[in-house]
């Protein structure tokens, strides 16, 4: 069954933008621009008009992506369902996360997954937090991993399980001077050490597109100050060079269970109040689910809920 034209006009609507639209589902401008003429003809109404550079969805155009959704949800369990079936001793599944997450979880995940379903079709798709959530609601992925936003109060079209929560922590080379400053303090699961004690040095800053990247700026701004900065884009690359002493990053608790560096840094707690992430498996919240996303998000659970 074809379920192209809802998912082009609600992908539409959500980026107000022909070419961010077609960008993001992977067609042509002129594709995507027949789509939506074709279903205004259709249906006789405008579904879309232009305000300044956006295209914003007219009353006919938001009444039709209210059932569009729901065919889109329906569309979905469908096919996943119709998949599970057909192969019901081999099955699919497609995990959406973070690469920075990835390199620590699915190696952890999948030999035990693949011991369990080992005729499973395994599909890994690695993108930020945006991409995973968009995955998720268009159907492509059936489960995400990623770290859940704590500014953020709803997700409506996902549902989210937590598997653990995991804290800031600041990680620093085994031969510098910060590791004898920490104190054990409630409620921090590393021992902490005060930030103004830092402002001399040197921090290694992700990308503003990356996690790590506007919380490093947040605490900056608790602590009042402006340090010097290298930025980069790969969170394993700041904890090796903070190992070897070439300055000092944030990091999540993760990153303290499973990175690996020859040198072996040191994680502290920071931040006036601890820092803290819940790391959970979505899913939409209509969605099929099969014995195999069932299994995962046990196995996920039962590797990384023990380490908290």
Same mark, same amino acid.
């Given at each position: 069954m074809d379920f192209r034209e809802p998912l082009y006009i609600e992908t539409l609507a959500k980026y107000k933008s022909v070419t961010r639209a077609a960008e993001i589902l992977g067609i042509s401008q002129p594709t995507l621009s /027949?789509?939506?003429?074709?279903?205004?003809?259709? =249906?006789?109404? /405008?579904?879309? #008009?232009?305000?300044?550079?956006?295209?914003?969805?007219?009353?006919?155009?938001?009444?039709?992506?209210?059932?569009?959704?729901?065919?889109?949800?329906?569309? =979905?369990?469908?096919?996943?369902?119709?998949?599970?079936?057909?192969? /019901?001793?081999?099955?699919?599944?497609?995990?959406?996360?973070?690469?920075?997450?990835?390199?620590?979880?699915?190696?952890?995940?999948?030999? #035990?997954?693949?011991? /369990?379903?080992?005729?499973?079709?395994? #599909?890994? =798709? #690695?993108?930020?937090v945006c991409q995973v959530e968009q995955l998720l609601e268009e159907g492509t992925a059936n489960v995400g991993l990623f770290l859940r936003d704590p500014k953020r109060e709803e997700y409506p079209k996902l549902k989210m399980e937590e598997i653990c929560t995991e804290q800031v922590l600041l990680c620093v080379g085994r031969d510098s001077p910060y590791p004898a400053m920490g104190q054990w303090r409630k409620g921090f699961h590393y021992p902490w050490i005060d930030l103004n004690r830092l402002k001399g040095e040197t921090f290694l800053v992700n990308s503003s597109s990356m996690r790590m990247g506007p919380l490093s700026h947040e605490l900056f701004e608790q602590y009042d100050f402006r340090p010097k900065m290298i930025r980069t884009s790969d969170l394993d690359l700041n904890i090796n060079l903070a190992a070897q002493g070439f300055g000092v990053c944030f990091c999540i608790e993760i990153s303290a269970d499973y990175c690996y560096s020859v040198h072996k840094p040191v994680f502290l707690s920071v931040g006036q109040t601890p820092q803290s992430f819940s790391f959970v498996a979505a899913t939409h919240k209509d969605a099929y689910f099969s014995e195999q996303v069932n299994g995962l998000i046990h196995i996920v659970r039962q590797i990384f809920s023990k380490k908290r």
């Open positions: /027949r789509c939506i003429i074709a279903a205004e003809e259709r =249906y006789g109404v /405008r579904l879309f #008009e232009r305000l300044g550079k956006q295209l914003i969805l007219t009353h006919a155009g938001q009444e039709y992506i209210k059932k569009g959704h729901e065919i889109l949800s329906l569309g =979905y369990q469908l096919q996943d369902m119709m998949r599970d079936l057909s192969n /019901r001793d081999g099955g699919h599944i497609a995990i959406a996360i973070t690469p920075s997450r990835g390199r620590y979880v699915l190696p952890n995940i999948l030999p #035990e997954f693949r011991m /369990r379903y080992p005729d499973c079709e395994i #599909e890994i =798709y #690695e993108g930020d």
